[in-house]
């Protein structure tokens, strides 16, 4: 049988999204096990919700990442809204949103965001982005910029965002700091000795700063990061990366399967059977992570309201040291 790239329905061929991989040798994509497969979405509230974002114009990391768990997030209204446009100006070996040069910031973004989160009553919102390191900021004032209409339109939304990493662009994290978002989330992705296959554009330490800054600076802010599991690294590399995030004082780490968007992108080296999530959850726990969320199609963004509270509920409960 003929290996077969996937086709967005919305915005072309994978070497359309992806020109940077277009000389790639394919790397065949694997049959899903049992444990990972969905059933395509078919709930009315899924298709509102689309129509939704739609209307008023607005990305979502859902249908850019080509997210598994798509149908059921919004058949419950839970949208994770990816601003700054759909373009990122990286080329991860392991992500499926567009690269190449983004268009300008569109000044009432903002307010569009927010209105979309009102309407849709959440309690929680998850606002994320692509990288732009073509801006001077790499964003970080566009992401104030969006909790700032989020506080005025829908105060009683709680707002968690998953930034880039603000790589040579000095301030990124005061910023996000003084606009006091409830959670603020940025990814590691991967073990240190996969970056310069799996996410060149950026680097482990600078992450991690990132992180440990914002703390420091607002040590209130909830912090968390998320490791893909099945690009080839290691239980040993898996407990290292947990201990640098304690250290940074991280409160919450979310772990899922790579799933390879199409036969460019990097391959699975394997998929990790729920008992070693399971095992995996129970390990960063004793490491002293306020909350951990780990399985197969666990994402940064999935079931966040409900973790959010939970997260505020261990803090609220926690003995000080």
Not at 54 to 83: D, F, K, Y
Not at 279 to 297: D, H, K, W
């Amino acid at each position: 049988m003929p290996t077969r790239i996937l086709i967005d329905h919305r915005t072309g061929t994978a070497a359309e999204r992806h020109p940077e991989k277009a000389n790639r040798p394919d790397n065949p994509i694997q049959r899903k096990p049992g444990w990972i497969r969905v059933k395509a979405p078919n709930h009315p509230v899924y298709f509102e919700t689309r129509d939704l974002m739609r209307g008023n114009r607005l990305t979502t990391v859902c249908e850019e990442a080509a997210c598994p768990n798509i149908g059921e997030c919004w058949s419950q209204r839970h949208a994770t809204m990816m601003i700054m446009g759909e373009t990122c100006t990286r080329a991860c070996a392991f992500c499926n949103v567009r690269t190449g040069q983004p268009a300008p910031l569109e000044a009432d973004e903002p307010a569009r965001v927010a209105d979309a989160v009102a309407r849709l009553g959440l309690r929680h919102v998850v606002i994320t982005s692509v990288d732009r390191d073509d801006l001077p900021d790499g964003g970080a004032a566009h992401f104030a910029a969006v909790i700032a209409a989020l506080r005025a339109a829908a105060p009683a939304t709680t707002v968690e965002v998953l930034t880039p990493d603000f790589l040579r662009k000095p301030g990124g994290a005061e910023t996000l700091a003084q606009a006091r978002p409830d959670v603020f989330n940025h990814n590691l992705e991967t073990v240190p000795r996969l970056y310069p296959s799996i996410r060149p554009g950026a680097r482990y330490y600078q992450s991690l700063r990132l992180l440990d800054r914002v703390k420091a600076l607002e040590p209130r802010i909830f912090t968390k990061s998320g490791l893909m599991v099945g690009l080839g690294e290691t239980r040993p590399e898996i407990l290292q990366v947990m201990d640098d995030l304690r250290v940074a004082d991280v409160d919450f780490l979310t772990i899922g399967q790579y799933l390879q968007p199409t036969v460019k992108h990097a391959a699975v080296d394997r998929f990790v059977p729920p008992e070693e999530f399971a095992e995996l959850a129970a390990l960063a726990r004793a490491r002293g992570f306020a909350m951990v969320a780990a399985s197969p199609l666990t994402r940064s963004s999935y079931h966040a309201d409900a973790d959010f509270a939970a997260l505020r509920a261990a803090r609220a409960t926690a003995v000080p040291a």
